[in-house]
């Protein structure tokens, strides 16, 4: 069945219900656990059996001057709301307007995850940005590997000439704490169009956690600082990116992470971050009050609001069909389209869906992990792509 229009939809939704009534899968929370878990395999990224992080070739001569116009952002839409960049300057302790936080020119709320790994050749950003852009992407998550910095310059110039936002994650193997100078790594890619930093990644995993039970103490002790140096640099940091379900239960590992960040009286570090979502479909209709996956971030807002009063933005740094998901190409494509068509909906804070990843092999990635959830493969593309494309 073709899936190049939204009208489509209304066809496949009741095979889809069918389908979930079928399966069973009717759990309230994705568990992920150590063995088996699509939560954990991706928290292996970049990490080949080998163990060694992947690192492609750097691209020649990214450091050379651009002429290319710099990313639009869209101002900021409060009634007496300052632009965004005066704003991020600004020192006082209240919170950032969400309405004030960067934003692609053109806002439609869908990303992707950049290839899973820690460097591109020009030949494959060339390629895969120009895919992107066909799809009318405007959110973009990248991997970092740690402080270094150059690597990713050509990657993000041209993220930034299409007018897609990069966010950029601060990858270390296994949740090691970072090391190096992050402020001159914020301060070199905030001139080159980056303003969001994710720091750590699903940190109630025992894996992020170097084989050690997740502990929130620990991961604070590693955040504030981090999340400090990027806010000195003029970033905005990235918090949490829970694993869903987890080894510590994402849900609670928020709430206790607020909690002591109250605690600490490090609260205010939050005025000008953001947090960082992973919510992976569930093998159900997007608008199923069972599709827990996708609409977890609205779970997540419940408990922040709860202990802020207020929300904080939310960019998706993973989602689209987890690894265990029984559903053909087809309905898979469906379900991405619908999860997509939900961003015009979406609530102020959430800024982005970001759909795990555009391309594995195709694009140097090594573990096959991760073939099957690739939008380009090196024998076959994705229907969703063809969907995202004519999508008027």
């Known amino acids: 069945m073709p899936v190049t229009s939204p009208g489509t939809l209304s066809t496949t939704l009741p095979a889809l219900r069918q389908w979930a009534e079928v399966s069973g899968r009717l759990a309230t929370t994705v568990r992920s656990p150590l063995r088996n878990s699509f939560a954990h ?38 009634s007496a709301a300052a632009p965004a960049a005066a704003a991020l300057r600004a020192s006082d302790s209240t919170p950032l307007p969400i309405e004030d936080f960067p934003r692609p020119a053109g806002d439609n709320g869908w990303g992707f995850h950049w290839i899973p790994t ?75 169009g980056v303003h969001y930093y994710q720091l750590y990644n699903e940190p109630n995993l025992r894996h992020e956690n170097v084989g050690a039970y997740p502990d929130v103490d620990r991961y604070l002790d590693r955040w ?78 419940a408990i922040v609001r709860q202990a802020l009063g207020r929300s904080l933005p939310m960019i998706s740094t993973e989602g689209g069909v987890h690894l265990d998901s029984r559903l053909d190409e087809r309905q898979q494509a469906e379900l991405l389209r619908a999860a997509y068509k939900a961003m015009e909906g979406r609530e102020p804070h959430y800024f982005a869906y970001s759909v795990w990843t555009i391309a594995n092999e195709a694009g140097g990635g090594h573990d096959r992990t991760y073939s099957r959830q690739a939008l380009f493969r090196p024998d076959s593309t994705h229907p969703i792509v063809e969907t995202l494309r004519r999508w008027a």
């Not at 928020?254 to 953001?274: M, P």
Request: charged share 25%; aromatic share 6%.
């Open 41 to 78: 395999s991706l928290a292996r990224v970049s990490t080949p059996t080998s163990g060694t992080p992947e690192l492609g070739a750097p691209p020649q001569g990214v450091l050379s001057p651009t002429t290319a116009a710099p990313l639009s952002i869209a101002a900021p839409t409060g």
């Open 224 to 301: 504030i600082p981090a999340a400090k140096a990027v806010l000195r640099a003029g970033g905005l940091p990235g918090f949490g990116a829970l694993a869903p379900g987890g080894d510590f239960d994402d849900l609670a590992f928020l709430q206790e992470s607020l909690k002591r960040l109250k605690e600490r009286g490090e609260v205010s570090v939050l005025d000008r971050a953001w947090l960082a979502v992973h919510n992976y479909l569930m093998d159900r209709p997007v608008d199923d009050p069972e599709q827990l996956g996708f609409r977890r971030y609205q779970r997540y807002d």
């Open 118 to 192: 820690l460097s591109s050749s020009p030949e494959v950003v060339d390629r895969f940005v120009e895919e992107a852009a066909a799809m009318k992407m405007r959110w973009a998550v990248i991997l970092n590997d740690g402080t270094q910095v150059g690597s990713n310059d050509y990657l993000v110039r041209r993220l930034v000439e299409k007018g897609i936002m990069p966010v950029m994650r601060v990858y270390t193997h296994e949740g090691r704490p970072i090391q190096g100078d992050l402020e001159r790594l914020v301060r070199h890619y905030r001139q080159l």
